[in-house]
């Protein structure tokens, strides 16, 4: 979905696509790989889990870089509002990959505290982990960073960690989901890690199987928390309160426009529709209505998370009619 009139090229769209779940795709993959050999060879059941974790995020996350994709394309006549929510779908796909994956993780660590299994391999797992933890935590910043830039946040240096986590909610549907999978994935590789030294040194192989169990149910509270936001994304959701005061500020800012009558805020996948009835100053000439409603509306397509708006006018009620405070 793009308000320009570039064409729809594969490659065009592919440019837009979301970079964040891309390169965590890429990531994943590699990470699934060593992993799955450090595993077969140790028979670690952490490891094994942290593999099924790797497994399912390479997978989600390269559906959602196709959903991310598709999800640009531009409005057409039968679907008008455009293709926003597709990456919504893609995410829920995501969500039952986790959802299985948890699973099966859950399966292998209670099977494990049942039976104990002395793991072998320290050092391999040691060095496979340790890039784990690189890889992923690398993924995390690049998902933060990607965070900061979609909610046109300031923040620079280690204030990006704790404005990545207040912001989140605001960003696009691709980027929470990388964020979230990679948050768990590195506290993951870190439980794993701690299981893999703390059974080489003391021999509690019980403790394999309950941090197995950790991560698996880390990725159930993934697939949730995941699955929820996606769900109300396919309903149709308002606008986060900070997108709707940054449009009613821009609103208002035009002398002539007194108040805002309604007005309603849909979020598309990351991308919001306008719409709304504003109120002008009592006299104004239809011509001149029309002129200043024109002005206002092409002042919001300016910014580029705003894909289309629809705007009434009205004569100045002598009555507030908006009032943001009610609305926090």
Same mark, same amino acid.
């Given at each position: 979905?793009?308000?320009?009139?570039?064409?729809? +090229?594969?490659?065009?769209?592919?440019?837009?696509?979301?970079?964040?779940?891309? @390169?965590?795709?890429?990531?994943?993959?590699?990470?699934?790989?060593?992993?799955?050999?450090?595993?077969?060879?140790?028979?670690?059941?952490?490891?094994?889990?942290?593999?099924?974790?790797?497994?399912?995020?390479?997978?989600?996350?390269?559906?959602?870089?196709?959903?991310?994709?598709?999800?640009?394309?531009?409005?057409?006549?039968?679907?008008?509002?455009?293709?926003?929510?597709?990456?919504?779908? !893609?995410?829920?796909?995501?969500?039952?990959?986790?959802?299985?994956?948890?699973?099966?993780?859950?399966?292998?660590?209670?099977?494990?505290?049942?039976?104990?299994?002395?793991?072998?391999?320290?050092?391999?797992?040691?060095?496979?982990?340790?890039?784990?933890?690189?890889?992923?935590?690398?993924?995390?910043?690049?998902?933060?960073?990607?965070?900061?830039?979609?909610?046109? +946040?300031?923040?620079?240096?280690?204030?990006?960690?704790?404005?990545?986590?207040?912001?989140?909610?605001?960003?696009?549907?691709?980027?929470?989901?990388? !964020?979230?999978?990679?948050?768990?994935?590195? @506290?993951?590789?870190?439980?794993?890690?701690?299981?893999?030294?703390? @059974?080489?040194?003391?021999?509690?192989?019980?403790?394999?199987?309950?941090?197995?169990?950790?991560?698996?149910?880390?990725?159930?509270?993934?697939?949730?928390?995941?699955?929820?936001?996606?769900?109300?994304?396919?309903?149709?959701?308002?606008?986060?309160?900070?997108?709707?005061?940054?449009?009613?500020?821009?609103?208002?800012?035009?002398?002539?426009?007194?108040?805002?009558?309604?007005?309603?805020?849909?979020?598309?996948?990351?991308?919001?529709?306008?719409?709304?009835?504003?109120?002008?100053?009592?006299?104004?000439?239809?011509?001149?209505?029309?002129?200043?409603?024109?002005?206002?509306?092409?002042?919001?397509?300016?910014?580029?998370?705003?894909?289309?708006? @629809?705007?009434?006018?009205?004569?100045?009620?002598?009555?507030?009619?908006?009032?943001?405070?009610?609305?926090?």
């Amino acid at each position: 979905m793009n308000k320009t009139a570039s064409p729809d +090229s594969m490659w065009s769209l592919i440019r837009k696509g979301n970079m964040s779940s891309a @390169t965590a795709a890429v990531g994943n993959t590699f990470l699934a790989v060593v992993k799955g050999i450090a595993a077969a060879v140790s028979g670690n059941g952490a490891m094994f889990a942290s593999t099924m974790h790797s497994i399912a995020d390479a997978v989600n996350q390269a559906f959602v870089f196709v959903g991310s994709v598709l999800a640009e394309k531009r409005p057409t006549r039968r679907f008008p509002t455009g293709f926003g929510r597709l990456v919504n779908i !893609f995410c829920m796909i995501a969500v039952i990959v986790v959802t299985i994956m948890a699973y099966e993780t859950i399966r292998e660590g209670y099977h494990l505290v049942l039976h104990p299994v002395a793991s072998t391999g320290f050092v391999l797992n040691l060095i496979v982990l340790l890039l784990s933890v690189a890889v992923d935590g690398y993924v995390l910043r690049k998902a933060m960073k990607e965070i900061i830039h979609e909610t046109r +946040s300031n923040a620079k240096g280690t204030a990006i960690i704790s404005e990545s986590f207040r912001s989140v909610k605001r960003a696009a549907p691709p980027t929470r989901l990388v !964020f979230y999978e990679d948050l768990v994935a590195t @506290t993951g590789a870190l439980l794993a890690l701690m299981a893999v030294v703390i @059974t080489a040194v003391t021999n509690f192989a019980v403790l394999d199987g309950v941090f197995t169990i950790a991560i698996g149910l880390l990725m159930v509270v993934v697939a949730f928390r995941v699955g929820y936001d996606n769900m109300v994304g396919l309903i149709g959701v308002a606008a986060p309160k900070e997108v709707e005061d940054n449009v009613a500020s821009a609103i208002l800012s035009e002398p002539h426009v007194t108040d805002i009558y309604q007005m309603r805020i849909l979020q598309e996948g990351r991308y919001y529709h306008v719409d709304g009835l504003i109120e002008l100053k009592p006299g104004l000439s239809l011509a001149d209505a029309d002129d200043i409603k024109f002005k206002v509306r092409d002042m919001l397509l300016q910014n580029p998370d705003i894909t289309d708006v @629809t705007l009434g006018i009205l004569e100045d009620n002598g009555v507030a009619d908006y009032d943001a405070a009610e609305r926090k």
